[in-house]
């Protein structure tokens, strides 16, 4: 299985970049660092000026990439859920039952993996930051527009895959998109609580327990 990710490439909205950085080895580069900066010292305190630094190149080079820190910051949250959503698809297609899909892909979400053509450390990266600021991302004013010019378009595929899995075993339930983000959005935030706040995330220590916490969350038959 590992195999077939190899080959696969994840589409990300051209609406985050100016130019694509997959078309460069700078712009390959400036994501892959962008990820280790952001997972090691947060968004808050990292800017374009660091960025160059560590790329050996110019605040003006990083400026024809991204037009801001907030848009590198989506891309690399794209390619999180843009993979995750491919996991979900590849670790539930042989599985007939409803609520075997589901199971599946509450545990898939409750353990991320980065395959494909990373290397190792870019993507324990890319999970970090998703862990430490996927959740907050999209929670700002400019929402709307980010969804209508497709900034978010990974992170709403996923939303609607696993809605499509919840409708599937509960066909008459009426808040699968909600159930489907607060799960996405919750197996982020308590991996985040149990690395930094034990306190918060209680009995929940570590991934199997999240997995049957996640579980618990699905409407009763």
């Given amino acids: 299985m590992e195999s077939l990710t190899f080959n696969v490439e994840i589409h990300l909205p051209h609406s985050l970049y ?21 997972a090691e010292q947060g968004i808050e305190s ?19 990439y991204f037009e801001n820190k907030h848009k590198i910051l989506l891309y690399i949250l794209n390619i999180y859920w843009g993979w995750q959503e491919y996991r979900l698809v ?3 297609q042989n599985l007939s039952k409803s609520s075997e899909k589901l199971k599946k892909a509450l545990e898939v979400l409750a353990h991320p993996e980065i395959p494909g053509n990373y290397s190792k ?3 324990e990266h890319i999970i970090k930051t998703a ?6 991302i999209h929670l ?7 969804i209508k010019d497709g900034s978010l378009a990974c992170y709403l595929r996923l939303v609607q895959r ?29 991996q985040f609580y149990m690395q930094n706040s034990p306190e918060i995330s209680g009995k929940i220590k570590n991934i ?8 618990t969350l699905l409407p009763a038959s």
């Fill in 18 to 38: 100016l130019k694509n950085p997959k078309d460069s080895l700078l712009g390959k580069r400036l994501v892959e660092e962008s990820a280790a900066l952001i």
């Fill in 208 to 215: 199997n327990v999240l997995k049957s916490f996640l579980k």
């Fill in 131 to 136: 862990i430490y600021e996927g959740v907050k």
């Fill in 46 to 64: 990292f800017n374009f000026k660091r960025l160059s630094l560590v790329c050996a190149c110019t605040e003006a080079t990083v400026y024809r």
């Fill in 140 to 146: 700002n004013r400019e929402i709307k527009s980010e």
């Fill in 121 to 123: 450390i870019f993507g």
């Fill in 162 to 190: 696993l809605g499509k899995f919840i409708n599937e075993k509960e066909p008459n339930y009426d808040y699968s998109e909600a159930l489907a983000s607060t799960i996405i959005d919750n197996a982020l935030q308590l």
């Fill in 90 to 92: 590849l670790h539930t």
